[in-house]
Each structure stands twice: as C-alpha cells, then as structure tokens.
C-alpha cells in the first residue's frame, strides 16, 4: 500500500489512540465519506466489492433493462433534523454484505435467514455517482438474488451469514481476508451502508478492546452497517463483520426532530465486530477454497 493511501486512512487516528478510542456512535467529527468523496483509487476499488441488500420488492424493472430503486429521503425516513448529514440521500439498504468470491458474499447472521433468502436482492454499486447525483437505478449486471444461505450463525458470540447468489458475480473483486486476529488500537476503515444510505466509507476509527468471537471499536457506524467489511486500514484485508452497537439516534425535544447520536466521556458501549475468521472456518466447510 501506498503511502498516501495509508496516510489517508490514518488520518486522525492517532488522536483517537491517545483518546483512549472513548466508545461513541460519531467519535468527534463525522468521518464517513462518499465514495466519490474519497482521494485514493485503492480505496475506492475495494468498496466496489461492497453490495446493498434490498428487498425484491424494491428494486423493480425498468424499461432500460436495468432496475429501478425508488426511496424516500435518509431525512423524511427518520424524521430527521434537517441540518443531519445526508438528508437527502436517499436510503433503500435494510443491511451491507460485500463480495467473497465465486457467487458468494457475507453479511451478518442477523440481516438474513433461509426463510428470508427469496425476498432479498444484493445491489453493486449503490452509491452517490461522481456528479453527486443519486443511485435511483442499478444496471441489471450488478443487481443479484439470494439463492441459498450456505452457512449462518446468529448469537451473541457470532454473527455471520454466507449467501449464495443466484449467478456468479461479473466485474467486482473479491475482498482479501484477513488471516491475522486484531490487537487493541489496530487502526480500522468500515464500508458500508449506514441507516440504508448509498456507501460510505468510514475510517479514522480502531479497535477497543479484543474478545474471544468478536472485537469492540469506535466505528462511526448505524443500523445498515450491519454485515459491512471492516478493514485493517494498513492492509485493507478484512479483519471483521460489523454487527452491533450503539444507539444510533436521540430525540431532540427542543426542536422536534430526531438527530444522530453523539456519545461523549466514555458513555457509550462501542460497535462490536464478529471476527472474520468464523467466516474463512465456514469458507473451509463448505469447499469454497477447492473450488
């Protein structure tokens, strides 16, 4: 990895380690990008591995061949204050997953089920386009079905689902995974689709502290998150599942509306992270790497 990449990963991480990485839904500023935001190819690249799942239902034919992805406003979904960030995105994504290989990807344990499968769609390229202008619609080359759950577990120890698609994936790479477990303060990026929005990248963020099955961080991360890559920043291999974690929005009486949760002095839990190697075990079970 290049040195302006790394550097921009890093960017204001080590602030953050002598902080102490105090949990909170938004760690200070809001360190989430849109991919065209984003200064460094690389990584730019890798959240093209990234899918949006969406329910059938929302994501209809066109007569263009392609699909059409209607929503509501981020802001009209949530009742939000006006002034929150991406309020007018739009926001489609009930969960994140990202691309494993083959016609395989991952998500969290708790996003998908077998029972579930047939109503899901997985979308590429749900993001804002370069002229900031909205992803109302999906070519019909990155839009997919759930055709299988071939390995899922769902407690509070792991977190994790892999879906067969219903074809191999065509122009989008497999995300490297990571053979290495975390240490506290290892730097992190997340990309994914928070409170449904189109994707965005989130670094600036490390590893809290470490347990058995999962780790705990200080991901700037909401509600569609989950199922998002988490990455090591210095090695953009992917080191977890993001899962769970704070509040992600209060009330705020004063003006009506409802705005994003800002925890201050240690008073939030952290967002916890199924570690990645549950799901190369579940690769390995099911024959993927003899493929």
């Given at each position: 990895?290049?040195?302006?990449?790394?550097?921009?990963?890093?960017?204001?991480?080590?602030?953050?380690?002598?902080?102490?990485?105090?949990?909170?839904?938004?760690?200070?500023?809001?360190d989430?990008?849109?991919?065209?935001?984003?200064?460094?190819?690389?990584?730019?690249?890798?959240?093209?591995?990234?899918?949006?799942?969406i329910?059938?239902?929302?994501?209809?034919?066109?007569?263009?061949?392609?699909?059409?992805?209607?929503s509501?406003?981020?802001?009209?979904?949530?009742?939000?204050?006006?002034?929150?960030?991406?309020?007018?995105?739009?926001?489609?994504?009930?969960c994140?997953?990202?691309?494993?290989?083959a016609?395989?990807?991952?998500?969290?344990?708790?996003?998908?089920?077998?029972?579930?499968?047939?109503?899901?769609a997985?979308?590429?390229?749900?993001?804002?386009?370069?002229?900031?202008?909205?992803?109302?619609?999906?070519?019909?080359?990155?839009?997919y079905?759930?055709?299988?759950?071939?390995?899922?577990?769902?407690?509070?120890?792991?977190?994790?689902?892999?879906?067969?698609?219903?074809?191999?994936v065509?122009?989008?790479r497999?995300?490297?995974?990571?053979?290495?477990?975390?240490?506290?303060?290892?730097p992190?990026?997340v990309?994914?689709?928070?409170?449904?929005?189109?994707?965005?990248?989130a670094?600036?963020?490390?590893?809290?502290?470490?347990?058995?099955?999962?780790?705990?961080?200080?991901?700037?991360?909401?509600?569609?998150?989950?199922?998002?890559?988490?990455f090591?920043?210095?090695?953009?291999?992917?080191?977890?599942?993001?899962?769970?974690?704070?509040?992600?929005?209060?009330?705020?009486?004063?003006?009506?509306?409802?705005?994003s949760?800002?925890?201050?002095?240690?008073?939030?839990?952290?967002?916890?992270?199924?570690?990645?190697?549950?799901?190369?075990?579940?690769?390995?079970?099911?024959?993927?790497?003899?493929?």
């Amino acid at each position: 990895m290049t040195k302006s990449v790394l550097a921009w990963l890093l960017l204001g991480t080590s602030t953050a380690l002598a902080a102490g990485y105090q949990p909170k839904v938004i760690y200070g500023n809001d360190d989430r990008y849109d991919v065209n935001e984003v200064p460094v190819s690389l990584v730019r690249e890798v959240a093209d591995s990234t899918l949006a799942m969406i329910r059938v239902s929302g994501v209809q034919p066109n007569a263009q061949g392609g699909f059409d992805i209607p929503s509501r406003s981020y802001g009209e979904q949530g009742r939000l204050c006006r002034d929150e960030r991406f309020f007018d995105q739009p926001a489609a994504a009930s969960c994140s997953a990202f691309y494993l290989g083959a016609d395989l990807i991952a998500t969290a344990g708790h996003c998908i089920q077998e029972s579930t499968c047939a109503r899901e769609a997985f979308v590429f390229g749900y993001r804002m386009g370069n002229d900031g202008s909205a992803p109302m619609t999906a070519s019909a080359n990155d839009v997919y079905r759930c055709k299988a759950v071939v390995a899922r577990e769902f407690t509070r120890a792991q977190d994790y689902a892999i879906v067969q698609l219903d074809r191999p994936v065509v122009g989008h790479r497999p995300l490297a995974l990571s053979r290495k477990g975390v240490q506290a303060n290892d730097p992190l990026v997340v990309i994914g689709h928070p409170a449904g929005l189109p994707t965005k990248v989130a670094p600036n963020a490390g590893v809290r502290r470490v347990m058995p099955e999962y780790f705990v961080a200080n991901l700037d991360t909401y509600g569609g998150n989950s199922g998002s890559a988490v990455f090591d920043a210095r090695t953009l291999e992917v080191v977890g599942i993001l899962v769970r974690g704070e509040r992600d929005f209060v009330y705020d009486s004063a003006r009506s509306c409802t705005m994003s949760n800002r925890c201050q002095d240690g008073a939030c839990r952290g967002e916890d992270v199924t570690h990645i190697k549950y799901v190369g075990e579940a690769l390995e079970r099911i024959g993927f790497f003899r493929r």
